[in-house]
């Protein structure tokens, strides 16, 4: 479904995905009429006009912990001076 020649949700939009299944041009602005509070994500997405983010619920603090997960970096992850 990822498919990288996907086709942007607009309508009569030829125009290839570069987010959330909108193309750059649809992306921005969908994200502005939700910024401007005309419209909100959930109604989009309710449409069929926006794809929900892959991963929905991630916060900064989750994005934190993928990288830390299986870290060999112990501590304050600063390198110790050589010995
Ligand atoms: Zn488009």
Known sequence: ????DAKCLV???ERKVYARGLCANHRSQA???VI???AS???LMRRGLLLRPKYAE???RDVAAIFMEGSDVEGS???P???
């Open 41 to 43: 994500e959930e109604d």
């Open 31 to 33: 994200a502005g009429m």
């Open 11 to 13: 309508p009569a939009c």
């Open 58 to 60: 991630t916060r900064k």
């Open 77 to 79: 992850g600063v390198e």
């Open 1 to 4: 479904m990822n498919n990288r």
């Open 81 to 83: 001076p050589e010995a």
């Open 36 to 38: 401007r509070g005309v």
